[in-house]
């Protein structure tokens, strides 16, 4: 892999982590667009890559949340009520995707980690933000704070966040949908859907990391891995700190536009064999 390739992936993942467009589906299009799916080893690799990488975007969130965090952390050890009752639900809704997660892992890699169900995520994600974008209820501008949560609305959203486990279905955007529809603002759907990212991209690329972080080392050194990391984190704070007054502003309508126009550029290049599909790992 080289730098340029490895700041392109980064910048990629920072930028569309928590935006609600799918960063696993924007980076196994960039991957395969850089040519890594030539080769199965380096298709595995950099799809390992990918998932590492994330990490710079939980280091943007701790420093744009460190208020929050630091909450939580009082609130762990017993000394916040909110922040006690917040890391509840956080780990509540965790729990599904901790759990169904290592086990459909090589099942998702298998049929899922190629273009075309990415498109197909990408287009059905669309089409249900332009429904709810465009729903009269469903904007955001009122309802619940993070703080009046319930611990059923938390358990909902953790269930929906399984979802996501299809590559270019987007976490954020499954679980921004399920807390918008659940009757939060658009500001604390946005921030639940963060932290509750802390703990399941964290333990994503810790996963990933123990189970191939040895051959994506092999494959491309850990140069590449460490210019990844730093271009995610830069990124995910400028797209962090835009998204939740453009998603107060705006909404999700924008974002269901722009899923739907990616999808139907890639299906189009795909259909007329411009670009040739990756067999899996």
Same mark, same amino acid.
């Given at each position: 892999?080289?730098?340029?390739?490895?700041?392109?992936?980064? +910048?990629?993942?920072?930028i569309t982590e928590y935006l609600p467009v799918s960063s696993t589906g924007?980076?196994?299009?960039?991957s395969w667009l850089m040519g890594f799916s030539r080769d199965p080893t380096q298709w595995q690799a950099a799809?390992?890559?990918?998932?590492? +990488?994330?990490?710079?975007? +939980?280091?943007a969130v701790l420093g744009?949340?460190?208020?929050?965090?630091?909450?939580?952390?009082?609130?762990?050890?017993?000394?916040?009520?909110?922040?006690?009752?917040?890391?509840?639900?956080?780990?509540?809704?965790?729990?599904?995707?901790?759990?169904?997660?290592?086990l459909l892992d090589d099942l998702i890699e298998s049929y899922l980690n190629g273009p075309w169900p990415v498109v197909i995520a990408l287009f059905a994600g669309g089409c249900v933000m332009l429904v709810i974008g465009y729903t009269p209820g469903y904007r955001g501008h009122t309802g619940h704070t993070i703080d009046n949560i319930s611990w059923q609305q938390a358990c909902i959203i953790g269930c929906s966040q399984c979802l996501a486990m299809w590559p270019g279905m987007s976490?954020?955007?499954?679980? +921004?949908?399920?807390?918008?529809?659940?009757?939060?603002?658009?500001?604390?759907a946005a921030e639940f859907s963060f932290l509750l990212g802390l703990l399941t991209l964290g333990a994503a690329t810790a996963f990933k990391a123990m189970q191939g972080g040895g051959e994506m080392l092999r494959q491309f050194a850990a140069g590449p891995v460490l210019l990844g990391f730093a271009a995610a984190t830069i990124s995910?704070?400028?797209?962090?700190?835009?998204?939740?007054?453009?998603?107060?502003?705006?909404?999700?309508?924008?974002?269901?536009?722009?899923?739907?126009?990616?999808?139907l550029l890639f299906a189009l290049l795909l259909w007329l064999g411009a670009l040739a599909v990756p067999m899996p790992a």
């Open positions: 892999m080289q730098w340029w390739q490895a700041v392109i992936l980064g +910048i990629v993942e920072g924007h980076l196994i299009l960039t799809f390992t890559f990918n998932i590492v +990488i994330q990490a710079g975007a +939980i280091v744009l949340y460190r208020a929050r965090v630091q909450q939580m952390l009082r609130g762990f050890l017993g000394r916040d009520r909110s922040g006690k009752r917040l890391v509840g639900h956080l780990l509540l809704a965790f729990l599904p995707a901790a759990i169904l997660g290592p976490r954020s955007m499954v679980t +921004i949908v399920a807390a918008l529809l659940l009757g939060l603002r658009a500001t604390a995910a704070a400028l797209a962090v700190s835009w998204l939740v007054g453009f998603l107060n502003r705006r909404g999700v309508a924008p974002f269901g536009w722009y899923r739907l126009l990616v999808a």
